[in-house]
């Protein structure tokens, strides 16, 4: 059972690249989303979706992308990779409001 | 508005009792959650209470919740150097239509020396 799966893992990038971090579920769950993870500031939410087709924006969405054609899929995509972004993200999956979220093992993402 | 503060340090002695402390603002929460996130890895849950509850326990965790001071504690029996990681305590405001609402904290860093 994989549960929340998220590549790469580690990531440096250039200021200006762009790239995308890929996150899975196997376990059919309809909300998914995407959090940043910064010292002392705890999680703060990018971009959620309730199920495929549909997506919305969180607290920090500037400078990324989202979309979910598939109920197993939610890519976060960085249009220009800016020093700011530099940070952990991890993305989660539940199977609805008010159930458990599932957190994938992480992305460390440098942009020098 | 919404906020979660936990103080961003603790250290231990390995047996000791560890207690995490959380403060709160949405009176309105439902779920209060603890979550637990060990070196290099992703959080994991490892309690949570619901609101109509006060306390709740799981083996060596023990869960307090005072809702008029609006504060969430974890308390770890017999501490291990297993146990170091950071704590998130994270809220559910009433209400809210989507699991975006979850509000998490900082981050305690629990550090347990053996």
């Known amino acids: 059972n994989a549960g929340v799966t998220q590549t790469p893992k580690f990531q440096v990038l250039k200021t200006g690249q762009s790239m995308t971090l890929q996150c899975a579920q196997d376990m059919n769950h309809e909300y998914m989303s995407w959090y940043r993870q910064d010292p002392g500031m705890g999680l703060r939410l990018i971009h959620y979706?309730?199920?495929?087709?549909?997506?919305d924006q969180g607290e920090v969405p500037n400078g990324y992308n989202v979309s979910r054609s598939t109920t197993e899929d939610f890519p976060l995509r960085l249009l220009s990779a800016a020093p700011s972004q530099t940070s952990v993200y991890f993305c989660?999956?539940?199977?609805?409001?008010?159930?458990?979220?599932?957190f994938g093992e992480g992305s460390w993402l440098t942009v020098v | 508005g919404e906020d979660v503060e936990q103080s961003l340090f603790l250290s231990v002695r390995e047996g000791d009792s560890s207690v995490i402390n959380c403060t709160y603002t949405?009176?309105?929460?439902?779920?209060l959650y603890w979550y637990k996130q060990e070196p290099g890895a992703g959080l994991q849950l490892l309690t949570y209470?619901?609101?109509?509850?006060d306390m709740k326990q799981d083996q060596r965790l023990t869960v307090l919740l005072n809702k008029k001071d609006k504060h969430l504690s974890l308390r770890i029996a017999d501490t291990q150097t297993g146990d170091s990681a950071i704590y998130f305590c994270?809220?559910?405001?009433?209400?809210?239509?989507?699991?975006?609402?979850?509000?998490f904290g900082p981050g305690t860093s629990l550090s347990v020396i053996p």
């Open positions: 989660a999956s539940s199977r609805d409001r008010r159930n458990t979220i599932y």
């Open positions: 949405d009176s309105s929460s439902t779920y």
């Open positions: 209470i619901f609101s109509n509850m």
């Open positions: 994270a809220e559910t405001p009433r209400g809210r239509t989507s699991y975006d609402k979850v509000i």
């Open positions: 979706s309730v199920g495929a087709g549909i997506t």
